[in-house]
């Protein structure tokens, strides 16, 4: 079946790049996505990127998707205090319109270290 | 948009007694989802709703969870009799049919004494 992995923990100072991957094995999978979890709270969706771009970026975030590899990326530029939390790579293989099997990773737990 | 809303957020109970978890999803959404995070199994879908059918229940656990959806904005999910193993942390995301994304409610946060 289908899994997502990422590493477990990611340690950075403020004001230094962040950098969390992500794999996957399903080569159809239509739509990658990190979602941004904080303690006590639900997943909150950050973005995400149709598989048949290799990029996207909105102000701090950076997306890569290497679809030959299956590897996504999220690049956080500036990480601040506040981006603590567990993030979560997740994909789906079926387009918008129909059934969407999204399939999470673990989560990576980002600390950012003042 | 208020976003996902799920009720209670917080709900301590004894083994054997029945726990009912409420999500309204956001307005204008037709697929509604369950799901149970725990540290050890991580994040796992237990069923989910298209215009409030059930579509796919695979994901529940065991007869004594079941999960309805009686209009498009209220679904409820009940677990009689509870356990110490249901502890958790239940989720209720929704989604349009047209878009990319699921969205997440705050969550409910279980224990079973």
């Known amino acids: 079946g289908e899994d997502v992995e990422q590493s477990l923990f990611l340690s950075v100072r403020e004001g230094d790049s962040s950098v969390i991957n992500c794999t996957y094995t399903?080569?159809?999978?239509?739509?990658l996505y990190w979602y941004k979890q904080e303690p006590g709270a639900g997943l909150q969706l950050l973005t995400y990127i149709f598989s048949n771009m290799d990029m996207k970026q909105d102000q701090r975030l950076t997306v890569l998707l290497n679809k030959k590899d299956k590897h996504l990326s999220l690049r956080i530029a500036d990480t601040q205090t506040g981006d603590s939390a567990i993030y979560f790579c997740?994909?789906?293989?079926?387009?918008?319109?129909?059934?969407?099997?999204?399939?999470f990773g673990i989560g990576t737990k980002l600390q950012v270290i003042p | 948009d208020a976003g996902v809303i799920q009720s209670p957020r917080h709900e301590v109970t004894e083994m054997g007694q029945e726990v009912t978890l409420r999500c309204k999803p956001i307005?204008?959404?037709?697929?509604l989802f369950w799901y149970r995070q725990t540290m050890m199994r991580g994040l796992e879908l237990l069923i989910y709703?298209?215009?409030?059918?059930?579509?796919?229940d695979s994901g529940m656990p065991e007869d004594r969870f079941s999960a309805k959806m009686p209009n498009a904005s209220f679904s409820t999910l009940k677990i009689q009799p509870s356990e110490p193993r249901d502890s958790a942390v239940y989720f209720c995301a929704s989604r349009r049919t047209s878009g990319a994304a699921q969205y997440f409610g705050p969550g409910t946060r279980l224990t079973v004494l």
């Open positions: 709703f298209n215009n409030n059918v059930p579509i796919d």
């Open positions: 307005s204008g959404h037709d697929y």
């Open positions: 997740a994909e789906s293989n079926a387009p918008s319109g129909g059934y969407q099997k999204v399939t």
């Open positions: 399903d080569s159809s999978s239509t739509y």
